[in-house]
């Protein structure tokens, strides 16, 4: 029993109703780039001129009394020649590199004015940066907390200078490092045609992974010199970060780069490389009739079946990442649909994630799986339905029914996020798994959260970035946060960052960094013993329970067929 949000999950989440969601809102989730690097850790000491592998880099004081170093180059610009390939190693400077500004992001739609539904390209292919934040101490050794923005594997949110590690970094005492990686179809584009025959990695489609696994190597070789242990390194991720975070593990080039998971409302899905032929030849036919060499679709394929694979190859690269980008219809937040993480067989295993049920995944990594409550409300929400709910107009039958059908939905998505992963690498890896899931702001009309929020979205997708970051004012609170739920969600979020830290220093977040919490134990496959935390507050303080709760596809499926309103959910969710 799948939803259509689950059904899209093979394409990160495409939109239901991203667009029409952050009218007045920022949206969602994660984001930048920058680096560095050196081999002299006792160069933190409060100095911002550090040496890398490649060059010198100057940072700035930031926020939170932090260090930051931004817009680092860990690879080079993948165009002309590169586009396509394997990241490769950024040319050395001589010069110091004033690190000062994020780079610019990769090419997406996106709107400058802070629209949801974007028609615009935006962005440059030269965009391969990550950032760095570090408390403003002369610490050494601090484990790594490494973040992968999310965005459907098709857009960077949120955009760079929207979303910040200080906080993070100051409080859990760690170095935060945020990178970018290519996006759509010039992170993840498989076809024949493409193949050289010549390097295995630069044939893979896979290029928006092997960008994360090479900003990844420039942390193993570069973070001591920030104060950072490269033998202490923890990936983090949201939705595509967090599907991005969980392929890590089953890859083999990444073996040896990371040492921790966190998953925060992923997913684990590979495509075929037969998905991304067909998906290139259709944009071939769209690019040739965008052009004029075709009339229509048809006349399109007609051209196509006549050239050579080096005539695709040629025309695929004359094209620019704009007149590329502009073939496909913006979704919600400016998304698009592209297939991504190709099973090929090099960077990742020709059997995909079916590697976690046999255990011959190259990773077995202490992992963090969670989801939120109500994931599915961001997909659901609508002005119009807004607007009833303000005016009174939205009866309480209707308000019900759309409460059922997200509740369903996002179950569907704890299934697949994280119970049925769980069950699966707990098998391999025991006492090394351990869930969640964030339930702040749930609750409807009872909602912490103000009205008519509450209802609209609640504990949706994205809402438990900022509690792990200790953010106040990035992703949802200009409508979720009040000085009513202040002392709670504070209270709430300093125990997230707690149980975060502690586990990217030791894998286990037991009873949290100053092992005054409730202890997290690991999931459990035996029937009714501890599956995962439950993550909530009141107004005044946090609510932290463990829960013997597991669910399975049949057993949601069964509680759905005795609700006395299935049908309707099921017209809702459209199945």
């Known amino acids: 029993m799948e939803t259509k949000q689950v059904q899209a999950w093979k394409y990160q989440y495409p939109i239901l109703g991203w667009a029409k969601l952050l009218i007045s809102l920022c949206f969602l989730v994660l984001l930048t780039g920058c680096e560095s690097d050196s081999d002299d850790a006792a160069a933190v000491d409060n100095n911002k001129l550090i040496t890398t592998q490649f060059g010198k880099v100057m940072g700035i004081d930031a926020s939170a009394d932090t260090l930051s170093w931004r817009g680092i180059p860990f690879a080079k610009p993948p165009v002309g020649a590169q586009r396509w390939k394997a990241p490769q190693d950024p040319e050395p400077w001589t010069t110091t ?71 993070l970094a100051h409080i859990s005492n760690v170095i935060v490092v945020t990178v970018n990686y290519r996006l759509g179809p010039f992170g993840w584009l498989s076809h024949p045609a493409l193949m050289q025959g010549v390097d295995t990695a630069d044939d893979s489609g896979n290029y928006g992974t092997l960008d994360l696994i090479k900003s990844l190597t420039w942390v193993k070789d570069n973070i001591k010199a920030f104060g950072g242990d490269p033998d202490n390194v923890t990936i983090a991720g949201e939705s595509a970060g967090a599907s991005n975070s969980l392929s890590l593990m089953i890859s083999p080039p990444a073996a040896g780069l990371f040492h921790k998971v966190i998953s925060e409302s992923g997913g684990a899905t590979t495509d075929t490389l037969t998905e991304g032929e067909s998906h290139v030849n259709a944009l071939l036919d769209r690019l040739l009739v965008a052009d004029g060499t075709a009339a229509d679709s048809t006349a399109a394929a007609t051209e196509r079946a006549s050239m050579s694979n080096t005539d695709i190859d040629t025309y695929l690269r004359s094209k620019t990442a704009k007149q590329v980008i502009e073939t496909y219809p913006p979704g919600s937040g400016g998304m698009i649909s592209c297939p991504d993480k ?70 569907n998505w704890k299934v697949r996020g994280v119970d049925s992963l769980a069950r699966k690498l707990t098998v391999h890896q025991s006492g090394t798994v351990f869930t969640y899931q964030f339930l702040w702001g749930a609750g409807g009309e009872d909602s912490v959260m103000p009205s008519p929020f509450g209802i609209l979205l609640g504990a949706a997708h994205g809402m438990e970035i900022d509690f792990f970051f200790g953010n106040e004012d990035s992703l949802f609170s200009s409508y979720a946060f009040s000085e009513e739920n202040k002392d709670g969600r504070e209270a709430l979020s300093a125990a997230m960052m707690s149980y975060a830290a502690q586990f990217a220093r030791t894998g286990d977040p037991g009873s949290g960094i100053a092992d005054d919490l409730l202890s997290w134990t690991t999931w459990s496959n035996t029937s009714g013993a501890d599956k995962g935390i439950l993550f909530d507050a009141d107004y005044d303080d946090k609510i932290l329970e463990m829960t013997t709760v597991e669910l399975t596809d049949a057993s949601v499926a069964a509680t759905l067929e005795a609700e006395p309103r299935v049908d309707e959910i099921k017209s809702v969710l459209g199945y």
């Open 342 to 411: 190709f099973a090929d067989g090099t960077v990742f295993p020709s059997n995909g994630f079916d590697t976690f049920d046999a255990g011959t995944y190259t990773n077995k990594v202490p992992i963090i799986l969670g989801t939120n409550k109500e994931e599915s409300k961001l997909f659901m929400y609508s002005l119009d339905f807004m607007a009833r709910i303000i005016s009174g107009d939205a009866s309480a039958d209707e308000i019900e029914l759309y409460n059922l059908a997200a509740g369903y939905s996002s179950d």
């Open 97 to 167: 590199l004033s690190a000062d500004e994020f780079g610019d992001f990769c090419p997406q739609y996106y709107d400058p004015n802070g629209g949801t539904s974007p028609t615009e390209v935006y962005g440059d292919e030269d965009c391969l940066y990550l950032n760095i934040w570090r408390p403003n101490t002369t610490d050494t050794d601090l484990p790594v907390y490494f973040w992968i923005h999310g965005g459907g594997n098709s857009i960077q949110m949120p955009i760079l200078h929207k979303f910040s590690g200080a906080n």
